[in-house]
């Protein structure tokens, strides 16, 4: 069974910094997906990010990037430029790739930045 | 929009009754799934539907059932409700193929309000 482990509850950040979210996953799949997904306080399921795991260049989207590290099973999201606006829950989930593939999501990680 | 469209949008209800949530996937995508949210809490995976047939199955009551219709869409039935029921419940959906949308496109949630 896939799991997907996000360590870190809680994380604040200074506006116009970087931060790292943490996310490791378990999985004996060899092709699929791993996602980023912000959740704001209006409760919306935004996708932020998505990574292919047969790619190994890691996935960039605007000021969001991904460090993706298969060996390791590990998929950190960095958010460098923190604006006020980027305060939410990120979820990150993993997807197989399978036909009828099924999403797997952590339990989040609540992301304040400060002013 | 992600195309995913919930209805209602909100929901008040009283102990022991029963409700359907609907869920109207993005047009071409075969996979629904859908989740339970409460207050502050992460994801909970209730059950996932493929082009008609149930695919996965997670921690769904069995006060809860669901089914996927030709046409695609999906309801959610809960029935014998619970205060411990309030929640927000969230459709998704995902393309069918390997490699082809497979992102989960999210839908705007159903606020479930048990009293």
């Known amino acids: 069974a896939q799991t997907v482990t996000q360590s870190q509850p809680e994380m604040s950040v200074q506006e116009a910094e970087t931060v790292t979210l943490s996310c490791t996953y378990d999985?004996?799949?060899?092709?699929?997906?791993l996602f980023w997904y912000k959740q704001p306080p209006s409760r919306q399921m935004i996708l932020v990010i998505r990574?292919?795991?047969?790619?190994?260049q890691n996935a960039t989207e605007n000021r969001f990037s991904v460090n993706f590290q298969k060996a390791a099973k590990s998929f950190s999201l960095k958010i460098s430029d923190s604006q006020l606006g980027d305060t939410a829950m990120y979820f990150c989930?993993?997807?197989?790739?399978?036909?009828?593939?099924?999403?797997?999501f952590g339990a989040g990680t609540i992301l304040r930045v400060k002013s | 929009d992600s195309g995913v469209t919930q209805t209602p949008k909100h929901l008040i209800t009283a102990t022991g009754q029963r409700v359907t949530l609907r869920c109207s996937p993005r047009?071409?995508?075969?996979?629904v799934y859908w989740y339970q949210q409460s207050l502050d809490q992460g994801l909970q995976f209730l059950i996932q539907?493929?082009?008609?047939?149930?695919?996965a199955k997670g921690n769904i009551l069995e006060r809860f059932s669901a089914q996927q219709f030709p046409d695609l869409h999906s309801e959610l039935n809960l029935s014998s409700l619970e205060l411990g029921d309030s929640a927000l419940y969230f459709c998704a959906s995902s393309g069918g193929p390997p490699r082809e949308n497979t992102e989960a496109f999210f839908g705007q949630g159903t606020r479930l309000t048990v009293v």
């Open positions: 989930a993993f997807m197989p790739m399978e036909y009828g593939n099924k999403l797997v």
């Open positions: 999985t004996s799949e060899n092709n699929y997906y």
């Open positions: 047009s071409g995508d075969l996979s």
């Open positions: 990574q292919e795991a047969y790619k190994q």
């Open positions: 539907y493929y082009n008609g047939e149930e695919r």
